[in-house]
Protein backbone atom coordinates (compact mmCIF):
# COMPACT_ATOMS: atom_id res chain seq x y z
CA UNK A 1 0.00 0.00 0.00
CA UNK A 2 1.51 3.70 -1.02
CA UNK A 3 1.05 6.26 1.50
CA UNK A 4 -0.59 9.09 0.69
CA UNK A 5 -0.10 13.06 1.86
CA UNK A 6 -2.98 15.33 2.88
CA UNK A 7 -3.44 16.43 -0.46
CA UNK A 8 -4.08 12.60 -1.84
CA UNK A 9 -1.20 12.41 -3.85
CA UNK A 10 1.46 9.70 -3.12
CA UNK A 11 3.99 10.77 -0.57
CA UNK A 12 7.02 10.71 -2.35
CA UNK A 13 5.69 12.51 -5.49
CA UNK A 14 4.24 15.10 -2.98
CA UNK A 15 7.55 15.68 -2.03
CA UNK A 16 9.19 15.44 -5.10
CA UNK A 17 6.65 18.15 -6.31
CA UNK A 18 6.99 20.40 -2.90
CA UNK A 19 11.14 19.79 -3.77
CA UNK A 20 10.73 21.22 -7.46
CA UNK A 21 8.48 24.18 -6.67
CA UNK A 22 11.31 25.26 -3.54
CA UNK A 23 14.01 25.35 -6.93
CA UNK A 24 11.65 27.28 -9.06
CA UNK A 25 11.31 30.00 -6.62
CA UNK A 26 14.28 30.12 -5.64
CA UNK A 27 15.59 30.27 -9.26
CA UNK A 28 13.26 33.18 -10.16
CA UNK A 29 13.99 35.21 -7.15
CA UNK A 30 17.98 35.19 -8.37
CA UNK A 31 16.81 35.65 -11.93
CA UNK A 32 14.73 39.02 -10.61
CA UNK A 33 17.54 40.42 -8.88
CA UNK A 34 19.83 39.80 -11.99
CA UNK A 35 17.48 41.90 -14.11
CA UNK A 36 16.88 44.18 -11.16
CA UNK A 37 20.85 44.67 -11.48
CA UNK A 38 21.27 45.00 -15.03
CA UNK A 39 18.70 47.52 -15.05
CA UNK A 40 20.57 49.58 -13.50
CA UNK A 41 23.07 50.37 -16.24
CA UNK A 42 25.86 50.95 -13.78
CA UNK A 43 24.88 54.42 -13.02
CA UNK A 44 25.90 56.42 -10.29
CA UNK A 45 23.89 54.64 -6.96
CA UNK A 46 25.47 58.08 -5.16
CA UNK A 47 25.55 61.82 -5.83
CA UNK A 48 29.20 62.16 -5.16
CA UNK A 49 31.12 63.77 -8.25
CA UNK A 50 34.76 62.79 -9.11
CA UNK A 51 36.23 64.73 -11.56
CA UNK A 52 37.83 63.39 -14.68
CA UNK A 53 41.59 63.84 -13.52
CA UNK A 54 40.82 62.00 -10.24
CA UNK A 55 38.95 59.12 -11.96
CA UNK A 56 41.93 58.38 -14.06
CA UNK A 57 44.31 58.79 -11.12
CA UNK A 58 41.85 55.91 -9.09
CA UNK A 59 41.84 54.06 -12.44
CA UNK A 60 45.83 54.04 -13.71
CA UNK A 61 46.65 52.59 -9.61
CA UNK A 62 43.91 50.14 -9.98
CA UNK A 63 45.12 48.75 -13.56
CA UNK A 64 49.03 49.30 -12.19
CA UNK A 65 48.00 47.17 -8.98
CA UNK A 66 46.58 44.93 -11.12
CA UNK A 67 49.47 44.61 -13.16
CA UNK A 68 51.09 43.82 -10.19
CA UNK A 69 49.00 40.55 -8.35
CA UNK A 70 46.68 40.00 -11.37
CA UNK A 71 43.50 40.28 -8.69
CA UNK A 72 40.66 41.03 -11.06
CA UNK A 73 38.41 40.82 -8.06
CA UNK A 74 40.42 43.69 -6.08
CA UNK A 75 39.91 45.90 -9.60
CA UNK A 76 36.88 45.59 -10.07
CA UNK A 77 36.15 46.48 -6.57
CA UNK A 78 38.07 49.77 -6.63
CA UNK A 79 36.31 50.92 -9.86
CA UNK A 80 32.94 49.70 -8.79
CA UNK A 81 33.28 52.68 -6.29
CA UNK A 82 33.39 54.84 -9.36
CA UNK A 83 30.07 54.12 -10.05
CA UNK A 84 30.72 54.05 -13.52
CA UNK A 85 28.09 53.17 -15.98
CA UNK A 86 30.37 51.05 -18.63
CA UNK A 87 33.52 50.04 -16.57
CA UNK A 88 35.29 47.90 -19.29
CA UNK A 89 34.93 50.66 -22.09
CA UNK A 90 35.63 53.33 -19.83
CA UNK A 91 38.85 51.97 -18.81
CA UNK A 92 39.29 50.81 -22.76
CA UNK A 93 39.03 54.52 -24.04
CA UNK A 94 41.59 55.49 -21.13
CA UNK A 95 44.16 53.22 -22.37
CA UNK A 96 43.61 54.52 -25.95
CA UNK A 97 43.42 58.29 -25.35
CA UNK A 98 46.94 57.41 -23.18
CA UNK A 99 48.82 56.09 -26.28
CA UNK A 100 47.63 59.13 -28.11
CA UNK A 101 48.85 61.54 -25.06
CA UNK A 102 52.15 60.02 -25.14
CA UNK A 103 51.93 58.73 -21.63
CA UNK A 104 54.46 55.94 -20.31
CA UNK A 105 54.63 52.58 -21.64
CA UNK A 106 53.88 51.11 -18.12
CA UNK A 107 50.60 52.92 -17.57
CA UNK A 108 48.75 52.24 -21.28
CA UNK A 109 50.10 48.63 -20.47
CA UNK A 110 48.30 48.51 -17.19
CA UNK A 111 45.59 50.34 -18.33
CA UNK A 112 45.09 47.66 -21.73
CA UNK A 113 45.05 44.86 -19.63
CA UNK A 114 42.98 46.00 -17.40
CA UNK A 115 40.59 46.60 -19.88
CA UNK A 116 40.88 43.20 -21.33
CA UNK A 117 40.14 42.12 -17.85
CA UNK A 118 36.68 43.60 -17.76
CA UNK A 119 36.55 42.32 -21.26
CA UNK A 120 36.80 45.24 -23.60
CA UNK A 121 39.38 45.17 -26.38
CA UNK A 122 40.12 46.96 -29.38
CA UNK A 123 42.85 46.15 -32.75
CA UNK A 124 44.20 49.02 -31.34
CA UNK A 125 45.41 48.00 -28.28
CA UNK A 126 45.73 44.35 -29.08
CA UNK A 127 48.31 45.73 -31.99
CA UNK A 128 50.22 47.37 -29.00
CA UNK A 129 50.10 44.84 -26.44
CA UNK A 130 51.24 42.36 -29.36
CA UNK A 131 55.32 43.09 -29.04
CA UNK A 132 55.29 43.35 -25.24
CA UNK A 133 56.23 40.33 -23.15
CA UNK A 134 53.62 39.39 -20.16
CA UNK A 135 55.37 40.90 -17.43
CA UNK A 136 55.25 38.51 -14.13
CA UNK A 137 53.56 39.77 -10.98
CA UNK A 138 55.65 40.94 -8.92
CA UNK A 139 56.62 38.35 -5.98
CA UNK A 140 54.85 34.93 -6.36
CA UNK A 141 53.92 32.46 -3.53
CA UNK A 142 55.85 29.40 -4.54
CA UNK A 143 53.08 27.16 -5.45
CA UNK A 144 52.19 24.53 -8.01
CA UNK A 145 49.30 26.39 -9.83
CA UNK A 146 50.18 30.23 -10.73
CA UNK A 147 48.14 32.67 -10.49
CA UNK A 148 46.35 34.26 -13.30
CA UNK A 149 47.76 36.39 -15.75
CA UNK A 150 45.77 39.88 -16.86
CA UNK A 151 46.86 38.80 -20.26
CA UNK A 152 46.00 34.67 -19.91
CA UNK A 153 42.24 36.56 -20.57
CA UNK A 154 41.51 34.14 -24.16
CA UNK A 155 40.27 35.93 -27.32
CA UNK A 156 36.72 36.77 -27.68
CA UNK A 157 35.63 34.77 -30.03
CA UNK A 158 33.48 36.04 -33.20
CA UNK A 159 29.81 35.72 -33.00
CA UNK A 160 28.91 32.10 -34.47
CA UNK A 161 27.87 32.30 -38.17
CA UNK A 162 23.98 31.86 -38.45
CA UNK A 163 23.24 28.60 -39.51
CA UNK A 164 19.59 26.94 -40.88
CA UNK A 165 16.82 27.08 -38.88
CA UNK A 166 15.88 23.18 -37.50
CA UNK A 167 13.25 21.78 -39.32
CA UNK A 168 11.13 18.77 -38.19
CA UNK A 169 12.48 16.59 -41.15
CA UNK A 170 15.40 15.22 -41.08
CA UNK A 171 18.54 15.67 -43.28
CA UNK A 172 21.06 13.09 -44.64
CA UNK A 173 24.05 13.73 -43.18
CA UNK A 174 26.98 15.21 -45.29
CA UNK A 175 29.97 12.98 -46.66
CA UNK A 176 33.03 13.68 -44.93
CA UNK A 177 34.51 14.57 -48.75
CA UNK A 178 31.81 16.89 -49.05
CA UNK A 179 33.07 20.92 -48.45
CA UNK A 180 30.91 23.26 -47.77
CA UNK A 181 29.99 26.34 -50.24
CA UNK A 182 31.81 29.64 -48.68
CA UNK A 183 28.33 31.44 -49.61
CA UNK A 184 26.82 28.69 -47.04
CA UNK A 185 28.30 31.12 -44.29
CA UNK A 186 26.84 34.58 -43.84
CA UNK A 187 28.92 37.31 -42.82
CA UNK A 188 28.49 39.11 -39.40
CA UNK A 189 27.18 43.04 -39.93
CA UNK A 190 29.76 45.44 -38.21
CA UNK A 191 28.45 46.58 -35.83
CA UNK A 192 28.30 50.31 -34.65
CA UNK A 193 29.44 52.50 -31.48
CA UNK A 194 26.22 53.75 -30.06
CA UNK A 195 24.78 54.06 -26.69
CA UNK A 196 21.07 53.71 -25.43
CA UNK A 197 19.41 55.49 -22.34
CA UNK A 198 17.75 53.44 -19.62
CA UNK A 199 15.96 56.60 -18.54
CA UNK A 200 15.43 59.62 -19.61
CA UNK A 201 18.89 61.56 -20.23
CA UNK A 202 19.61 65.56 -20.88
CA UNK A 203 21.35 65.79 -24.41
CA UNK A 204 24.00 68.84 -23.87
CA UNK A 205 25.68 71.27 -25.95
CA UNK A 206 29.00 69.87 -25.48
CA UNK A 207 31.10 67.67 -23.18
CA UNK A 208 29.46 69.26 -19.58
CA UNK A 209 27.07 70.07 -17.53
CA UNK A 210 27.94 73.64 -18.11
CA UNK A 211 26.48 73.57 -21.51
CA UNK A 212 23.08 74.12 -22.52
CA UNK A 213 20.71 71.36 -23.07
CA UNK A 214 19.77 71.11 -26.38
CA UNK A 215 17.29 67.92 -26.18
CA UNK A 216 16.37 64.97 -24.09
CA UNK A 217 17.18 61.12 -25.21
CA UNK A 218 13.68 59.17 -23.79
CA UNK A 219 13.62 55.45 -22.34
CA UNK A 220 14.90 52.76 -25.22
CA UNK A 221 16.32 55.11 -27.29
CA UNK A 222 19.22 54.03 -29.09
CA UNK A 223 21.85 56.32 -30.82
CA UNK A 224 24.63 56.12 -33.03
CA UNK A 225 27.98 57.81 -31.60
CA UNK A 226 29.89 59.91 -33.94
CA UNK A 227 32.33 61.47 -31.02
CA UNK A 228 33.61 61.50 -27.68
CA UNK A 229 35.97 64.39 -25.23
CA UNK A 230 39.39 63.61 -24.64
CA UNK A 231 38.71 62.07 -21.07
CA UNK A 232 36.10 59.47 -22.22
CA UNK A 233 32.94 59.97 -20.22
CA UNK A 234 30.69 62.21 -22.46
CA UNK A 235 29.47 61.06 -25.66
CA UNK A 236 28.79 63.15 -29.20
CA UNK A 237 25.72 61.42 -30.43
CA UNK A 238 24.47 61.72 -34.32
CA UNK A 239 20.93 64.03 -33.36
CA UNK A 240 18.38 65.45 -35.59
CA UNK A 241 18.29 69.07 -33.63
CA UNK A 242 20.71 71.67 -34.53
CA UNK A 243 24.08 72.15 -33.55
CA UNK A 244 25.43 69.43 -31.09
CA UNK A 245 24.82 66.71 -29.14
CA UNK A 246 26.25 65.35 -25.86
CA UNK A 247 25.27 62.94 -23.31
CA UNK A 248 27.35 61.57 -20.04
CA UNK A 249 28.68 58.20 -20.18
CA UNK A 250 27.19 57.73 -16.47
CA UNK A 251 23.62 57.86 -17.87
CA UNK A 252 23.34 55.96 -20.59
CA UNK A 253 24.64 52.14 -21.66
CA UNK A 254 27.52 51.76 -24.01
CA UNK A 255 26.58 49.25 -26.87
CA UNK A 256 29.60 48.21 -30.09
CA UNK A 257 33.01 48.65 -30.54
CA UNK A 258 34.40 52.33 -29.60
CA UNK A 259 38.18 51.70 -30.04
CA UNK A 260 37.43 53.54 -33.17
CA UNK A 261 35.96 56.45 -32.01
CA UNK A 262 37.35 59.71 -32.41
CA UNK A 263 37.94 62.64 -30.50
CA UNK A 264 35.89 65.56 -31.80
CA UNK A 265 37.46 68.57 -33.06
CA UNK A 266 34.82 70.51 -33.30
CA UNK A 267 34.23 71.11 -29.31
CA UNK A 268 32.87 74.30 -28.67
CA UNK A 269 33.75 76.47 -25.94
CA UNK A 270 32.06 76.62 -22.64
CA UNK A 271 29.60 79.05 -22.86
CA UNK A 272 30.24 81.94 -20.06
CA UNK A 273 27.85 83.91 -18.29
CA UNK A 274 27.29 87.52 -18.48
CA UNK A 275 28.53 89.34 -15.61
CA UNK A 276 25.71 90.15 -13.40
CA UNK A 277 25.25 93.64 -13.46
CA UNK A 278 26.33 96.05 -10.98
CA UNK A 279 24.08 96.47 -7.89
CA UNK A 280 23.60 99.97 -6.32
CA UNK A 281 24.62 100.01 -3.06
CA UNK A 282 22.48 100.92 -0.11
CA UNK A 283 21.98 104.23 0.97
CA UNK A 284 24.03 105.07 4.04
CA UNK A 285 21.59 105.11 6.70
CA UNK A 286 22.47 107.52 9.72
CA UNK A 287 23.29 105.87 13.31
CA UNK A 288 20.79 105.30 15.62
CA UNK A 289 20.96 108.34 17.84
CA UNK A 290 21.87 107.63 21.77
CA UNK A 291 19.33 107.60 23.89
CA UNK A 292 20.37 110.19 26.00
CA UNK A 293 23.25 113.21 24.68
CA UNK A 294 25.52 113.33 27.69
CA UNK A 295 27.07 110.09 29.50
CA UNK A 296 28.95 110.15 33.05
CA UNK A 297 32.50 109.61 31.65
CA UNK A 298 33.98 109.43 35.16
CA UNK A 299 33.04 109.69 38.77
CA UNK A 300 35.40 109.88 41.55
CA UNK A 301 36.36 111.24 45.07
CA UNK A 302 39.21 113.87 44.90
CA UNK A 303 42.17 111.61 46.59
CA UNK A 304 43.74 112.29 49.86
CA UNK A 305 46.78 114.70 49.29
CA UNK A 306 45.23 116.11 46.02
CA UNK A 307 44.58 120.32 45.96
CA UNK A 308 43.88 120.51 49.98
CA UNK A 309 42.38 117.12 50.76
CA UNK A 310 43.63 115.52 53.92
CA UNK A 311 43.18 113.51 56.55
CA UNK A 312 41.82 116.33 58.93
CA UNK A 313 40.11 118.65 56.38
CA UNK A 314 39.99 119.69 52.63
CA UNK A 315 37.65 121.27 50.61
CA UNK A 316 34.01 120.97 50.36
CA UNK A 317 32.95 121.09 46.53
CA UNK A 318 31.39 119.18 43.59
CA UNK A 319 33.88 120.23 40.36
CA UNK A 320 32.04 119.35 37.33
CA UNK A 321 33.31 119.20 33.55
CA UNK A 322 31.44 118.76 29.93
CA UNK A 323 33.29 117.47 27.38
CA UNK A 324 31.87 117.27 23.69
CA UNK A 325 32.04 114.13 21.71
CA UNK A 326 35.84 114.23 21.19
CA UNK A 327 36.95 115.24 24.58
CA UNK A 328 37.44 119.13 24.11
CA UNK A 329 35.33 121.37 27.21
CA UNK A 330 32.08 122.82 26.56
CA UNK A 331 31.96 126.33 27.24
CA UNK A 332 28.63 127.02 27.46
CA UNK A 333 25.24 126.61 26.87
CA UNK A 334 24.80 123.20 29.03
CA UNK A 335 22.86 123.32 31.91
CA UNK A 336 24.08 121.25 34.85
CA UNK A 337 21.64 120.20 37.99
CA UNK A 338 22.53 119.53 41.64
CA UNK A 339 19.57 117.74 43.39
CA UNK A 340 19.51 116.20 46.79
CA UNK A 341 19.78 112.33 45.79
CA UNK A 342 16.94 113.44 44.05
CA UNK A 343 14.26 112.12 46.23
CA UNK A 344 13.56 115.27 47.88
CA UNK A 345 12.81 117.98 45.03
CA UNK A 346 12.42 121.19 47.53
CA UNK A 347 15.80 120.78 48.34
CA UNK A 348 17.28 120.23 44.90
CA UNK A 349 19.00 123.57 43.66
CA UNK A 350 19.06 125.01 40.33
CA UNK A 351 20.69 123.72 37.09
CA UNK A 352 23.67 126.02 36.87
CA UNK A 353 24.69 126.95 33.33
CA UNK A 354 28.11 125.98 32.00
CA UNK A 355 29.53 129.87 31.02
CA UNK A 356 33.19 129.12 31.34
CA UNK A 357 33.62 131.23 34.72
CA UNK A 358 34.88 128.33 36.79
CA UNK A 359 37.15 127.17 33.61
CA UNK A 360 36.27 125.59 29.89
CA UNK A 361 33.24 123.74 30.30
CA UNK A 362 33.27 123.59 34.13
CA UNK A 363 30.81 124.50 36.73
CA UNK A 364 31.09 123.81 40.57
CA UNK A 365 28.57 123.23 43.94
CA UNK A 366 30.22 123.78 47.81
CA UNK A 367 28.83 120.74 50.02
CA UNK A 368 28.60 121.14 53.75
CA UNK A 369 27.47 118.69 56.77
CA UNK A 370 24.72 116.56 55.46
CA UNK A 371 24.93 117.73 52.12
CA UNK A 372 25.45 116.42 48.76
CA UNK A 373 23.25 114.61 45.99
CA UNK A 374 23.28 113.29 42.73
CA UNK A 375 24.11 115.49 38.90
CA UNK A 376 23.03 115.26 35.82
CA UNK A 377 22.27 117.37 32.40
CA UNK A 378 18.67 118.92 31.75
CA UNK A 379 17.55 121.05 28.49
CA UNK A 380 15.81 124.23 28.52
CA UNK A 381 12.47 122.86 30.06
CA UNK A 382 14.10 121.09 32.60
CA UNK A 383 14.04 117.76 31.14
CA UNK A 384 16.85 114.87 31.92
CA UNK A 385 19.33 114.77 28.60
CA UNK A 386 22.23 112.70 30.35
CA UNK A 387 22.70 109.85 32.35
CA UNK A 388 22.29 110.57 36.32
CA UNK A 389 25.41 110.34 38.68
CA UNK A 390 25.91 108.40 41.68
CA UNK A 391 25.19 110.06 45.35
CA UNK A 392 27.46 112.29 46.94
CA UNK A 393 27.94 112.57 50.56
CA UNK A 394 29.88 115.19 52.16
CA UNK A 395 29.80 113.36 55.66
CA UNK A 396 30.01 109.36 55.14
CA UNK A 397 30.93 108.73 51.15
CA UNK A 398 30.42 105.17 49.99
CA UNK A 399 33.49 102.94 51.01
CA UNK A 400 34.43 102.07 47.30
CA UNK A 401 35.33 105.78 46.85
CA UNK A 402 37.09 105.86 50.29
CA UNK A 403 39.33 103.11 49.60
CA UNK A 404 40.12 104.61 46.25
CA UNK A 405 40.99 107.79 47.60
CA UNK A 406 43.19 106.48 50.23
CA UNK A 407 41.49 107.74 53.19
CA UNK A 408 42.24 104.47 54.86
CA UNK A 409 45.55 105.03 55.29
CA UNK A 410 44.55 107.55 57.91
CA UNK A 411 44.45 105.48 60.85
CA UNK A 412 46.20 103.23 59.25
CA UNK A 413 43.89 100.90 59.01
CA UNK A 414 45.03 97.29 58.72
CA UNK A 415 43.26 96.38 55.79
CA UNK A 416 39.89 96.84 53.86
CA UNK A 417 37.65 95.20 56.27
CA UNK A 418 39.06 96.91 59.44
CA UNK A 419 38.85 100.20 57.23
CA UNK A 420 35.00 99.42 56.16
CA UNK A 421 33.95 98.20 59.69
CA UNK A 422 35.73 101.67 60.50
CA UNK A 423 33.55 104.19 58.31
CA UNK A 424 30.20 102.33 59.13
CA UNK A 425 30.99 102.50 62.85
CA UNK A 426 31.37 106.36 62.11
CA UNK A 427 35.30 106.47 63.48
CA UNK A 428 35.35 110.12 63.66
CA UNK A 429 39.06 110.83 64.91
CA UNK A 430 40.21 109.15 61.44
CA UNK A 431 37.86 110.69 58.54
CA UNK A 432 37.53 114.21 57.56
CA UNK A 433 33.70 114.53 58.24
CA UNK A 434 31.92 117.48 55.88
CA UNK A 435 35.48 118.53 54.28
CA UNK A 436 35.33 115.76 51.04
CA UNK A 437 35.10 116.85 47.41
CA UNK A 438 34.54 114.93 43.98
CA UNK A 439 34.61 115.12 40.67
CA UNK A 440 32.33 114.47 38.41
CA UNK A 441 32.72 114.48 34.02
CA UNK A 442 30.18 114.27 31.44
CA UNK A 443 30.94 113.58 27.57
CA UNK A 444 28.31 114.21 25.24
CA UNK A 445 27.44 111.20 22.55
CA UNK A 446 26.87 112.92 19.18
Known sequence: MTDTDITGQPADDAMSHRRWRSLFLIVLMLASAVLSLAACGGRAASGTKVSASE???????AALQYATDANLPKAKETIAKLNLANPGQIVLSMAEQAINDGK??????????LAEGLGARSPKLVAYLAPTATPSPLPRPTSTVAPPSPTAIPPIAPPAPATTAPTDTPTTAASPTTTASPTAIASPLPQKPRVVADSTANLRGGPGTGYPTVGQMAVGKEVDIIGRNSSGDWWRIAWDGAGQAWVAGLVVRVLGP????????????????????????????????????YVVKSFRLIPKGQDAQQCNGGNHNIFVQVLDKGGAPLVDGVRVREGWRQQNPDTAHDAIKVTGAKGPGRAEWDIYRGGGGQLDIVNESGNRISELSRGMSADWPDFDLIQAAGYCDCRPYLDAASCRAGLEGKEYSYFPIGHYAFEVIFQRTW
Open 55 to 61: RYAIIRQ
Open 104 to 113: PATDIAALAR
Open 258 to 293: IDTVAVAKDIPALPTRPPAPPTQPPAPTAPPKPAVE
